[in-house]
């Protein structure tokens, strides 16, 4: 199994637009894409900043590419969701899941 991570920054005051964009956009279209396993949206206020990871699930990088493309490297932001942020991952990360409970 196959861990995408991708982050963003954005203000307090956003999180939520975000989180309700998470929740109403996103999470459909992920869940219509064969391995696609699951995904968790975390979030942290800092100060002034909020920090937002958002940690996907796939059952393989054959499942990660039919999601992100040939460049499965290359975070997927609507334009929608990058107004809300002050910064966000344009390059995301891929890790094997070696262990789990």
């Not at 100060?47 to 999601?67: C, N, P, R, Y």
Request: proline share 5%; no cysteine; net charge neutral.
């Amino acid at each position: 199994m196959i861990a995408r991570y991708w982050s963003a920054r954005a203000t307090p005051a956003n999180l939520s637009a975000y989180r309700l964009h998470f929740e109403k956009n996103v999470i459909p279209e992920l869940k219509i894409i064969s391995g696609f396993v699951r995904a968790d949206l975390l979030t942290r206020v800092a100060g002034k900043e909020a920090e937002i990871v958002v940690l996907s699930v796939w059952d393989s990088m054959e499942a990660v590419t039919a999601f992100a493309g040939p460049d499965p490297e290359a975070a997927a932001v609507a334009p929608a969701a990058a107004v809300l942020f002050t910064d966000y991952d344009r390059r995301v990360r891929h890790f094997e899941i070696a262990a789990s409970v």
